[in-house]
């Protein structure tokens, strides 16, 4: 089993899936507007609440020149230098204990994305109950090594890993001493296409490693992530933010609130509706057993009439003999008279 407990929630095919709303930058440098997407993640049903923990200074360098500057006129950030996107996007540290505290109170768990040492070392003086590591650092070892080193649950995103990079990483993670470990299929384009998500990858990775999977979802929408959970996945996580037109540097593939409640409930009855391998009735069936067809006599009959199709009907309710019988009780004859609308027993036939 690689079923496990980030605080109080079960993770796991047992479970419903995990849903995490990741805030991001959709804060667009205002804590007032953080707390409020807390709330609005809290009462749309998601179960937990993420943050990226960073800094410009700890993400890149000061320079707007060469490969620090996104000339990509298909990038959401384009004519912007790395710099100052991260300036902008960055929750500031100070703000993580109030966001952290509003969560706990609206009932939903809370953590993060640290992306160097320093980030850990200070969510850790939070006591996060887990931490996820981005596509983007899912090669990045050492950092790796120091999260998995926590003992804390480790969610890691596969955005353009290859197998042997994600076998690596996973090495890594459980020498260090990661044993609770979730893999999350992520396509790193923003946003991502449901043609390019490639959801089928998620329970090979769930054979490849033996651990719990799930997909960090950047398309539109919800049908991706309803996919996601058919085929196994465990947790989902999804950037939210309260009005996608107010902008924000993640705004543009957001979930806003009332899209976060569908997700939540349709992943839920996706899990459901997995079920097992079942045929025949089930109890909940077994009153719709009455509505088949089966044969009945149609128009009234005299004791040795014989049967023919026109005294004698498939129809419903279904409370006489099979219709497979038709063709063998055609021409025998009645054992008694029998009233228009009688179900068919094999007592009444000659």
Not at 53 to 61: D, I, K, P, S, V
Not at 157 to 186: F, P, Y
Request: include cysteine.
């Amino acid at each position: 089993m690689t079923s496990f407990k980030i605080g109080n929630r079960s993770i796991g095919a047992d479970a419903p899936p995990f849903i995490i709303a990741e805030m991001s930058g959709n804060h667009n440098q205002s804590l007032e507007v953080a707390l409020h997407i807390v709330e609005a993640a809290a009462k749309a049903g998601a179960h937990a609440l993420k943050l990226q923990t960073y800094t410009a200074e700890t993400m890149t360098l000061d320079l707007s020149e060469g490969e620090f500057f996104i000339k990509d006129p298909n990038s959401l950030w384009a004519g912007s230098s790395l710099y100052a996107l991260y300036e902008k996007a960055h929750t500031p540290w100070e703000w993580h204990a109030p966001i952290f505290a509003r969560a706990k109170e609206l009932g939903m768990l809370a953590f993060s994305t640290p992306f160097d040492d320093s980030a850990v070392d200070f969510l850790e003086s939070l006591d996060v109950p887990a931490y996820k590591i981005a596509s983007f650092e899912n090669t990045d070892l050492p950092l790796i090594r120091r999260v998995a080193a926590t003992g804390k649950p480790l969610i890691i995103s596969t955005g353009m890993a290859s197998i042997a990079e994600l076998d690596e990483t996973v090495r890594v993670a459980r020498e260090a001493g990661c044993k609770d470990l979730v893999l999350l299929k992520c396509t790193s384009t923003y946003p991502a296409t449901p043609a390019n998500s490639n959801v089928r990858t998620i329970p090979h990775l769930r054979e490849l490693f033996g651990c719990e999977v799930g997909l960090s979802d950047h398309s539109m929408g919800v049908g991706v992530s309803v996919a996601a959970v058919a085929l196994g996945a465990t947790v989902v996580e999804k950037h939210f933010t309260l009005d996608r037109a107010a902008g924000g540097v993640d705004a543009s593939f957001s979930l806003e609130p009332a899209e976060l409640a569908s997700l939540v409930i349709e992943t839920e009855r996706a899990w459901q509706a997995m079920g097992q391998v079942h045929y025949g009735v089930t109890d909940a069936e077994r009153k719709s057993l009455v509505y088949r067809r089966s044969l009945y006599v149609t128009q009234d009959m005299a004791a040795g009439e014989p049967f023919n199709t026109a005294n004698l009907r498939a129809i419903r309710p279904g409370l006489g003999l099979a219709p497979k019988h038709a063709e063998t009780l055609l021409g025998r004859r009645a054992r008694q008279a029998i009233k228009r609308g009688t179900p068919l027993d094999w007592s009444l036939v000659e």
